[in-house]
């Protein structure tokens, strides 16, 4: 059976009281990029092709807001409103991550050998 989804975003919306020392994607605006991912996959027509789904706290708080695209693995830190729309064009739909917003670690990854 194929993956119901060709591609498959997930943004942080976790949310910590203030003042604890982790901070949290949710203060950060995550709630606003995850309805910003869902209202550019709408307005391609991606509805049952790609999906944008809340999660829970992805361990990388200090990038925040995180942001993984499977089946790749690809880890987003600080993703703003204004930066989705590229995510969604250059890497759901062309394929070619966007560089610039990549997690260190996940920019490791990305390089080939
Ligand atoms: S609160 Fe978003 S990664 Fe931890």
New binding site residues.
Partial sequence: MAPPFQRHVFV?T?R?PDGNP????ASKG?EEVRTAFREELDKRGMKGRMRANAAG?????S????VVVYPEGTWYGGVKVEDVKEIVEQHLIEGRPVERLLMPFSRKAQQPG
């Fill in positions: 942080c976790n910590r982790k901070g949290c994607c995550a706290c992805l361990d990388t708080c990038f925040g807001v995180a």
